[in-house]
């Protein structure tokens, strides 16, 4: 049989990263990707347990593709579902092959020999206490404008709330070695934007102890070539003001903090054992906002946590007005298996959850148009993502800080190329995009990176 894959990713960036790394281990594995279950030899999901709707996706996804066992495929449940169900999984669906959590994925290459031997039930489970991180040279990077690297995984906080301490082990940070040789690497494939990515990257400490966070983050930013830099998600327990001040003193660095605080209630965030209070964290909105460079903010927020009362909740839409965010994804509370909240009383009923859900985000939509007003006829260098006009005409784009920014051209001027960059004034407000017209041509793309593109949109096309 063939050896071709299929690929789904459900979940956060982590995991978007992730697959991009098991994508670039199958395909120097000798597999091939296609984009449809029906062509693939191998189909994995690499799953996400944060929220039970995701869960439930992926074995719905099971239940409708079994008939394509059959047919000799092979299933392969990984990620968070995986290292949380464990070998349930194969009770739930006995044609899975192979389930493994992503603290295992550096065996990924034995596994899939072992796979290929016709062993039926392979796992990768047990690895949730290695100081070993998912280091490899081959990710197939599917972001055309954006190189991603892993700085840190696992998590050592565990919130009341949360099951990642559970599903993807404990904390271990790479060496900022290898982190900068990552860094030259996409540098020179053309990439001008990094993301660091870890579950909380503030908690980074370099095991050859040369680099703390903030000076990591400085020294990706000297790399030849990177001219954005970009770092989610932070925890405020471990947010120091070194950082505030690297991104205030070198524009490489993008102007956004992304800082999830979860509850403005000093009581609902101690029974989520988050390990701050109120004041600590706006102490630490104090210091972004005293920057002498304009830093966005954006923040996750949990409502109807167990035991929140109307006075907790109304301290959350009072930070909302103190911090000024730019954007907050708010959700309502869900249970979670095998974590400490599940057996806590006072649950908050649903009908409370989406009420409190639908005033925060309506609070939050009034500041984000107040708030936004202060870009209106500003500069704005965006970095061009899709350069195919949109039903208004327009190009789009994105800040240093993260918005988003539909722009117009002058008639007769060619598309600027994706991954370009140019200014923009700024002419209208929306309560999540700014719009404007181009105020200079596009400083063209690199090469290199235009090389990429076309490489991803060929291969691309190649898998359908
Ligand atoms: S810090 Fe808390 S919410 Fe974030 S991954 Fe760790 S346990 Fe989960």
Redesign the pocket.
């Given at each position: 049989m063939s050896r071709t894959f299929y690929i789904e990713t459900f979940g956060c960036q982590m995991n978007a990263h992730d697959s991009e790394k098991v994508v670039g281990t199958l395909l120097q594995e000798g597999y091939t990707q296609v984009i449809d279950e029906a062509d693939a030899s191998l189909i994995l999901y690499n799953t996400c347990s944060i929220r039970d709707k995701a869960e439930q996706k992926v074995f719905h996804r099971l239940d409708v593709y079994k008939r394509l066992q059959g047919e000799g495929k092979r299933f392969a449940v990984i990620g968070c579902v995986a290292q949380q169900e464990g070998t349930k999984i194969f009770d739930r669906a006995p044609h899975v092959t192979l389930v493994a959590g992503s603290s295992s994925y550096r065996n990924l290459p034995q596994m899939l020999d072992r796979l290929e031997a016709g062993e039926k039930r392979i796992t990768g489970l047990d690895d949730r206490d290695t100081d070993e991180t998912f280091d490899t040279e081959f990710t197939a990077r599917n972001n055309p404008h954006r190189g991603y690297i892993t700085i840190i995984e696992g998590?050592?906080?565990?919130?009341a709330?949360?099951?990642?301490?559970y599903t993807?082990g404990k904390e271990r940070s790479r060496t900022s070695a290898s982190v900068l040789a990552e860094a030259q690497r996409i540098a020179q494939m053309g990439y001008t934007e990094i993301q660091l990515l870890g579950?909380?990257v503030n908690s980074y400490v370099d095991p050859s102890g040369k680099r703390n966070f903030a000076d990591l983050l400085s020294a990706v930013g000297e790399v030849p070539g990177i001219q954005r830099v970009r770092f989610t998600?932070s925890?405020p327990r471990q947010f120091t003001k070194d950082i505030v001040d690297a991104i205030a003193e070198r524009p490489v660095l993008c102007d956004h903090i992304h800082l999830?605080v979860?509850s403005g209630s000093s009581n609902v965030l101690k029974a989520m054992q988050?390990e701050y209070t109120r004041e600590w964290y706006l102490e630490r909105i104090a210091w972004i906002q005293a920057a002498k460079r304009d830093i966005s903010i954006t923040t996750d927020i949990i409502v109807g946590f167990p035991g929140e009362t109307d006075k907790d909740f109304e301290d959350t839409i009072t930070l909302l007005d103190a911090a000024k965010y730019d954007s907050v994804f708010g959700f309502k509370y869900s249970p979670r298996p095998n974590t400490p909240a599940i057996h806590m009383h006072d649950a908050i009923p649903e009908e409370v959850k989406v009420e409190r859900l639908a005033i925060l985000n309506a609070r939050q939509r009034e500041i984000q148009r107040e708030h936004y007003a202060r870009h209106m006829d500003e500069l704005v260098e965006v970095m061009v993502e899709s350069n195919t006009l949109n039903p208004r005409g327009q190009f789009t784009g994105r800040s240093s800080q993260n918005k988003t920014v539909n722009f117009t051209m002058e008639p007769g001027i060619e598309p600027p190329p994706m991954g370009s960059y140019l200014d923009v004034r700024i002419d209208k407000i929306f309560p999540s995009s700014l719009a404007g017209f181009a105020a200079s041509r596009p400083k063209a793309a690199s090469p290199a990176l235009l090389a990429q593109q076309a490489l991803n949109a060929r291969f691309t096309s190649a898998a359908g």
């Open positions: 998590c050592d906080k565990f919130c709330y949360c099951v990642v301490p993807r579950q909380n998600t925890h999830p979860q988050r």
